[in-house]
T-cell receptor, first 113, second 114 residues
């Protein structure tokens, strides 16, 4: 059973460009969570999605960030007009039911030049 | 919102000794407490978790204890080995509504000295 998959593993963008991060949950998991980790910091919750629905986006910055989890395909975290402060590791986690154990992917490390 | 404090930030122990990492939380309604291990360049890996109806849970060399009255929980690793070297994060979740994500501590860098 494959674990949570994220791609790309590393992403370099120049200021003002768009970043798209993808997450495929574990098989049988329909709940996806996105977290951001700054250097030497813990993970910060951003958004929780179920298929086709955003359930909780209380940790998502109000501008430039959006997330989706379509009926078919991976969940996408989209950052528009990236700035240097967006440089971080972005992790996706999935769970079989809400508030059950979350299993994390390997992360996408975003570097904004 | 929930606030999680984790101590120490760095812990160095001799191989074979025990390591203890402690976390405190602020929301008494929190009821799920996982611990994750993160190695360099990798994602967090769940190593043990506990729910609020249990005071202690053990899995081989790893144990977690929970004191709901004092709002703190601890990770215990016995007979430490070099492969235990990593960053460990505690986390807290509340299943009564509101934010659905985990709230993490800032991490403990565990160093096992040979």
């Amino acid at each position: 059973n494959a674990g949570v998959m994220q791609n790309p593993r590393h992403l370099v963008r120049r200021r003002g460009q768009e970043a798209r991060l993808r997450c495929s949950p574990m098989k049988g998991h329909s709940h996806v969570y996105w977290y951001r980790q700054l250097p030497e910091e813990g993970l910060k919750f951003m958004v929780y999605l179920q298929k086709e629905n955003i359930i909780d986006e209380s940790g998502m910055p109000k501008e430039r960030f959006s997330a989706e989890f379509p009926k078919e395909g991976p969940s996408i975290l989209r950052i528009q007009q990236v700035v240097r402060g967006d440089s971080a590791a972005y992790f996706c986690a999935s769970s079989p039911q809400v508030r059950e154990t979350q299993y994390f992917g390997p992360g996408t490390r975003l570097l904004v030049l | 919102g929930e606030n999680v404090e984790q101590h120490p930030s760095t812990l160095s122990v001799q191989e074979g000794d025990s390591a203890v990492i402690k976390c405190t939380y602020s929301d008494s309604a929190s009821n799920y407490f996982p611990w994750y291990k993160q190695e360099l360049g990798k994602g967090p890996q769940l190593i043990i978790d506990i729910r609020s109806n249990v005071g202690e849970k053990k899995d081989q060399r790893i144990a977690v204890t929970l004191n709901k009255t004092a709002k703190h929980f601890s990770l215990h690793i016995t007979e430490t080995q070099p492969e235990d070297s990593a960053v460990y994060f505690c986390a807290v979740s509340y299943s009564g509504g509101g934010a659905d994500g985990l709230t993490f501590g800032k991490g403990t860098h565990l160093i096992i000295q040979p």
